[in-house]
T-cell receptor
Framework: GAVVSQHPSWVICKSGTSVKIECRSL??????MFWYRQFPKQSLMLMAT?????????EQGVEKDKFLINHASLTLSTLTVTSAHPEDSSFYIC????????????FGPGTRLTVL | QKEVEQNSGPLSVPEGAIASLNCTYS??????FFWYRQYSGKSPELIMS????GDKEDGRFTAQLNKASQYVSLLIRDSQPSDSATYLC?????????FGKGTMLLVSP
């Protein structure tokens, strides 16, 4: 149980293009999904929290116009990196939390983005 | 600002030994505590959750929580080389989790 998938697992794109990453909860309904970014040898950095049907809440310093988050259903959230630049190259990981009282987050396998 | 502190390591133990990983947190109202394991290049994987003071055991893993001392630990018995990874401590109290930077564990054969 509690399986979260991400697609694609890796992507290489040219500078200036946009990239969409999908996060799906496969066997539970995720009322809340989180998007993290992790640079090599660094800790996880929370970018934003999204609740189904609501606008995402972005952490300080994260540009909401650059990182567009949509959580249109209880099983799907998407992160779009708009006008990507080489400094956006990172490991993007989503997590999902189901209905209930615990804070347990289940992570997707991550998407490695390389911007040339 | 909520903080979760972990020793970055690496913590080196021989195969079969007990590995002890520690974590302290700053927010006294934290209610939920988690240990995640992250292999290099992979995403975190949930190992244990603990909510009450005391010990919680699951197989070779034991999580220990002391809210008065704001301290949570993870013990790994009979450590195996496959346990070599970075262990992340995460603390929750509201809607989000605060992660520590992780402790790298190296188990030598």
């Amino acid at each position: 149980g509690a399986v979260v998938s991400q697609h694609p697992s890796w992507v290489i794109c040219k500078s200036g293009t946009s990239v969409k990453i999908e996060c799906r909860s496969l066997d539970f309904q995720a009322t809340t999904m989180f998007w993290y970014r992790q640079f090599p040898k660094q800790s996880l950095m929370l970018m934003a929290t999204s609740n189904e049907g609501s606008k995402a809440t972005y952490e300080q310093g994260v540009e909401k116009d650059k990182f567009l988050i949509n959580h249109a259903s209880l099983t799907l959230s998407t992160l779009t990196v708009t006008s990507a630049h080489p400094e956006d190259s990172s490991f993007y990981i989503c997590s999902a939390r189901g209905q209930g009282s615990t804070d347990t987050q289940y992570f997707g396998p991550g998407t490695r983005l390389t911007v040339l | 600002q909520k903080e979760v502190e972990q020793n970055s390591g690496p913590l080196s133990v021989p195969e079969g030994a007990i590995a002890s990983l520690n974590c302290t947190y700053s927010d006294r109202v934290s209610q939920s505590f988690f240990w995640y394991r992250q292999y290099s290049g992979k995403s975190p994987e949930l190992i244990m959750s603990i909510y009450s003071n005391g010990d919680k055991e699951d197989g070779r893993f034991t999580a220990q929580l002391n809210k008065a001392s704001q301290y949570v630990s993870l013990l790994i018995r009979d450590s195996q080389p496959s346990d070599s990874a970075t262990y992340l401590c995460a603390v929750g109290g509201y809607s989000t989790l605060t992660f520590g930077k992780g402790t790298m564990l190296l188990v030598s054969p």
